[in-house]
């Protein structure tokens, strides 16, 4: 099984070159067209979602090996970045991550942060966590 993240935005965003060594890469890698369209009805309240594939999700706990969350922490201040640069103020974007197959199921948690002003060693988003970051 694979630990897929997705995000879901208001407006549409280019996706990135399949090819690319980028470490956050917006477009299909784990899911298929039916996991996509499973966790954009349950999870999501966007018109927009897209796999963010880093080839493992973001999972940051206390519960998740060191090497895991340090990856983990740079995958999500580099996806920060990302949808930074296209948000307008008062935007936001929502964040999810999730075995394969279980897009569906319900969601362990609520998140909500603005972006780029939290700390990213004081936070928690262990799978089946739901965030919402606001610009």
Known sequence: ???AGYIGCNIEIPLSDPDS???IIIGNCFSSKFERQ???KYQ???PYVYEISSDWGIEISKSTN???SIESKKKLIKLC???DSYLEKGDFFEH???WIGEEREERSSNLTLKLNEFDIDQ???PEKTFVRFEK
């Open 38 to 40: 499973n966790v954009k």
């Open 44 to 46: 999501f309240t966007t």
């Open 1 to 3: 099984m694979s630990l």
């Open 21 to 23: 060594n980028d470490l």
């Open 96 to 98: 999810y991550t999730c």
């Open 123 to 125: 936070i928690e988003m």
């Open 66 to 68: 060191t090497s895991t």
């Open 81 to 83: 970045e990302i949808m």
